[in-house]
């Protein structure tokens, strides 16, 4: 049901979000949109204006975003309220307007007093991504930092989605093991159950391309036929 698959697509990797949308009819993809959050659809729809191997394609839309004037105590209150909708892990402090100025962690509202703002106990030195950033650039900025989750900010320091860092080692573990298949000419989209005429598509070139250069090799060895013949042990 159109309730179940909605539930579903809220749950899985953003890139493969990516990958089952466009195959759904308009009618049917606006009956999932309609029972999806608002703020969930516009995170597909914005992911999908990104180029497959890119960043924008993993994106989440923020769980909740706060201002470096709020106390620790509103923005407890506001946790509280959001655990049972979504998994927040950092609090994203943003300016007027909307620029990511800062984070915050569980563990600073513990130790805080409840008077206290997120300005002032905030990390402001950030490490964030760009959403245009290839996958496997991506990887080699996050190697040594093992972030649950990571800000992605345009070029004007705007947050506009996050990443999960899970999802993220999960879409380039996929790319990897793709990799000996695109070599042989087996696409990343073909699998044990793939239809013959499908997988016949995909293979067909790479066929052709190996019947032409054996053809090429019997043609060497009829070239060389009488030598063949006088030295057995060629």
Known sequence: ??????????????????????????????SLFALTPHSVTQQWSTNLSYEEDAIGRLMESPPATFLPTDTVFQATQRIRGLSASGRLTYLFVLDDRDRLIGVATMRDLLVAEEHQTLGALMLRDVFSLRPTTELSDAMKLVV????PVYPVCDESGHLIGQVRGSAMFEEQAFEISAQPGRMVGVAEEERLVTPWQRSLRFRHPWLQLNLVTAFVAAAVVGIFQDTLDRMVIL
């Not at 698959?5 to 990958?19: K, T």
């Open 1 to 30: 049901s159109d309730a179940v698959v909605a539930d579903v697509l809220q749950r899985i990797n953003p890139a493969v979000v990516g990958d089952i949308l466009p195959e759904f009819d308009d009618r049917r993809r606006s």
């Open 144 to 147: 040594h930092r093992h972030y």
